[in-house]
């Protein structure tokens, strides 16, 4: 199993502990200790799987958009959209709550153009409001004559989106460009005549899970 970089410093941190406290169980012979320090094991074991970062294979190139993150689909609607795509566009997002993986791929094949962090509120990353209000970090991908947008957005519980795309930097579909701790959503603008595949509810897996085709 993979892990997300990011996630190390966590991940040492939380099995310390646990370790430390069982070695103090053994040496006082205290079951209450006993009993903390595998809760303790417990929450570092799910730091780690919160922090996975598997391996991703699907349908790659041509028209196909692919779901940046694991989640739900929450949303799909038409907004104005006026950073980057200037315009109409229609907007389909993911929510990840905190046991997905949380590593975000590109969705499309192209060249980044935009990278814009937006600070703000930590709002529940579902409602329609958090789109415009909460934290957020916006990177746009040019392909061929489309410009796609997406968008990560911190929920009540993330407090630290990382972004590794910059102006320039090629976007390889599928490939690895950020990250989010710890629950949130992430949203995809595709063109408005696009043919969105997916449906409100339906649970999506990065880098593999088709959203919608461009148009042609």
Do not use: C
């Not at 053994?26 to 809760?39: A, C, E, K, Q």
């Not at 349908?59 to 006026?82: F, H, L, Q, S, Y």
């Not at 579909?173 to 997916?198: A, E, K, M, N």
């Amino acid at each position: 199993m993979n892990f997300a970089r990011e996630g190390y410093p966590f991940m040492a941190l939380s099995a310390s502990i646990a370790v430390t406290v069982l070695a103090v169980a053994v040496w006082r012979r205290s079951w209450s200790l006993w009993l903390l320090g595998f809760l303790l094991l417990v929450i570092a074991a799910w730091v780690a799987w919160f922090f996975r970062d598997p391996e991703r294979d699907g349908p790659r190139g041509g028209r196909n958009v692919i779901a940046p993150a694991d989640g739900k689909i929450v949303m799909i609607t038409e907004v104005d959209e006026p950073t980057y795509v200037y315009g109409r566009t229609t907007r389909i997002s993911i929510f990840m709550n905190v046991f997905d993986v949380h590593v975000n791929r590109y969705p499309v094949d192209g060249k980044v153009e935009h990278v814009v962090h937006t600070p703000g509120k930590f709002l529940n990353a579902v409602s329609e409001k958090s789109s415009l209000e909460n934290e957020q970090v916006s990177v746009g991908i040019a392909t061929g004559r489309f410009r796609i947008l997406t968008r990560q957005i911190a929920g009540l519980i993330a407090r630290r989106i990382i972004t590794y795309s910059r102006p320039g930097d090629p976007a390889s579909q599928g490939g690895r460009y950020g990250l989010i701790r710890f629950g949130s959503r992430v949203d995809v603008f595709v063109p408005t005549d696009s043919r969105v595949i997916v449906k409100l509810g339906q649970r999506t897996v990065a880098g593999t899970t088709v959203i919608a085709e461009l148009p042609v």
